[in-house]
């Protein structure tokens, strides 16, 4: 699964590839706060699970 989120500083977007199946697993395997780092303006944070977008594999449009 891929989950991307906004960047808390520049809202650049990030990208985290996992191999959890959902929210979820990735919780309970990393625990609900994730640490990233943002590729564009470097900050590192730790973002809550509920504040990262899992992206489906399957194509939807809003
Ligand atoms: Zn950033």
Known sequence: MKICTKCAKCRSEINLKTNASDR???????????????????????????????????VVSF
């Open 24 to 58: 979820f697993g990735l919780a309970k395997k990393n625990g609900e706060r994730i640490n990233l780092s943002c590729n564009s303006c470097g900050t590192k944070k730790k973002y809550h699970v509920d504040e990262l977008k899992a992206e489906e594999s399957k």
